[in-house]
């Protein structure tokens, strides 16, 4: 058995960052610095299932060359992986830079990796090293961002594998890879009451847990580990619970275990405090005991002869904590189920047509979390003995087809989605939206024409003998996404 001890770093990554208590507010410096929250995510790319970039720096530069602040520190290399964060963000870092107007953020990149699906091989999936037209690219701030003393900024950054990776398939059937770099920067401005904005799917670790609060806004809080796969790992912040906040998992705040995976939907406050509004706490780990959280991609499912689901194939793209020393990233494990084996989905605001996610909601395409002990055998493909399978927000990207359903409000309805994923592009998907339906770049349904470039952000039940799912009438073995988000890419 692979023993190894779980050790991340708090703020490992991070120059001068600093850590907020549980209700605390970030306004307390005393020298001429603000404190700034930094966000990244991606936009992806069709078959381009994880982008994986070693970055050993990260700066933002005041206006007129008036000196550079480190976000990532250059004395340490950052793994990071930005398949996860498709159409999504997470905390980046966190640090205290001088105050003043800063206008350009450069990048130092050593590494730029694709896991591409590649139905021509066994495993079906091709990890791709992409030569980089430039290590150091160089992102605008407009508008400025502006850092004042004591006070709290956010910066959120995004990557654009769609417009930086051009991709070429071989003779042989591999892929050639070029990559130029773009990056762009969006300063974020608070509102009084709902601060920076709000933040889905955020998961890692706790690392301590603070059951009260001196702050009587708050009722206590924890400190929560982001980007615990990577190594060194990211910054570690304080999520914060209010008499408002739902927690799942765990009856308690006191009984909240120290080394649980956590999925979490929080708010930034114009103070700078992460405020939970619900914790899906899904299961301890310890790589030391061969438990991490796998998260990935179901590529195939096994069955008995009664058609009961027995075990699927899942290709790794993260784990948290790092078990890459047992289970390599990008790999494939046989995922073992049994009748025990707990089915749940980690966002369960979003399930606003109360679909159930059991063994037979499964299917080839979903994005899930396996909690479980794995077993590694020399020769042969690890194995994961399922405690857990938690159904995960999935970015589905695609071209839009039939609009089944609009409602009087522009937003509750229906409509097809013809997926531009080669492991989904089976049938359409069903997409179902609500009232609490984000439409960016658009107003609504109305506005979805034909081919429409889209990314669907929500959870994805398969419906094997189909139905009439609020109102619309679905084919037995469709894949329903019911979506948090509909984006129409520009």
């Known amino acids: 058995m692979l023993k190894r001890r779980l050790t991340i770093g708090v703020l490992a990554v991070l120059a001068g960052g600093v850590l907020l208590s549980c209700g605390s507010s970030s306004s307390t410096s005393t020298s001429n ?7 990244i995510g991606d936009t992806p790319m069709c078959d381009i299932l994880s982008t994986r970039m070693t970055v050993s720096g990260l700066t933002v530069s005041q206006q007129g060359g008036g000196g550079a602040s480190a976000i990532i520190s250059s004395s ?3 793994r990071l992986n930005l398949g996860d964060l ?4 997470t905390v980046l870092g966190l640090t205290n830079p001088p105050a003043g107007t800063y206008t350009q953020g450069t990048f130092s990149l050593s590494l730029l990796q694709l896991g591409v699906y590649n139905p021509l091989v066994s495993p079906p999936t091709t990890t791709v090293t992409a030569k980089l037209s430039t290590s150091s690219p160089t992102f605008t701030l407009d508008p400025p961002l502006t850092i004042t003393v004591g006070k709290v900024s956010a910066l959120q950054i995004d990557f654009d594998t769609s417009r930086s990776v051009l991709l070429s398939q071989t003779s042989g059937g591999g892929f050639n890879a070029t990559a130029q770099p773009v990056f762009t920067g969006t300063v974020l401005t608070a509102d009084p009451v709902t601060g920076f904005g709000e933040w889905d799917d955020l998961t890692g670790f706790v690392r301590t847990v603070n059951p009260s609060s001196t702050n009587p806004t708050f009722i206590g809080g924890f400190l929560m580990q982001f980007l615990s796969g990577s190594l060194p790992a990211g910054p570690a912040v304080t999520v914060s619970y209010t008499s408002n906040t739902v927690m799942y998992g765990a009856p308690a705040l006191n009984q909240l275990l120290t080394g649980s995976f956590a999925d979490v939907d929080a708010y930034l406050d114009p103070n700078g405090n992460l405020i939970a509004k619900t914790v899906e706490v899904e299961d301890q780990e310890d790589v030391a005991d061969d438990k991490a959280a796998l998260i990935g991609l179901v590529t195939a499912l096994t069955q008995d002869a009664n058609n009961n689901l027995t075990g699927f194939n899942l290709w790794v ?9 047992g289970i390599a990233i990008d790999s494939i494990v046989n995922v073992n189920v049994s009748p025990a084996t707990a089915y749940q989905f980690s966002s369960r605001s979003v399930n606003f047509a109360n679909l159930t996610f059991d063994s037979t909601a499964l299917a080839v395409g979903q994005e899930v979390v396996v909690h479980g002990p794995f077993h590694v055998q020399t020769g042969q493909p690890v194995s994961v003995a399922a405690d ?7 970015a589905l990207q695609g071209s839009s087809g039939a609009l089944l359903q609009v409602g009087s409000d522009n937003k509750t309805g229906a409509f097809q989605l013809n ?5 989904l592009q089976s049938s359409a998907i069903y ?8 439409f960016l770049n658009m107003a609504g349904l109305s ?4 081919q429409a470039s889209l990314i669907v952000r929500g959870l994805p039940f398969f419906q094997p003998r189909g139905g009439t799912i609020l109102g619309v009438s679905v084919p037995p073995g469709t894949l329903v996404v019911l979506a948090k988000q509909v984006h129409r890419l520009q």
């Open 33 to 39: 610095t603000g404190t700034l929250f930094t966000f």
């Open 76 to 78: 340490s290399s950052l």
């Open 86 to 89: 498709r159409d999504s963000s």
């Open 317 to 325: 793209r993260e784990e948290d904590p790092d078990a890459s020393s």
């Open 388 to 394: 857990k399978v938690y159904l995960k927000l999935q």
């Open 419 to 423: 997926p531009c994923c080669t492991l």
């Open 431 to 438: 997409v179902l939206t609500n009232n609490e339906t984000s």
């Open 447 to 450: 506005d979805l024409s034909t």
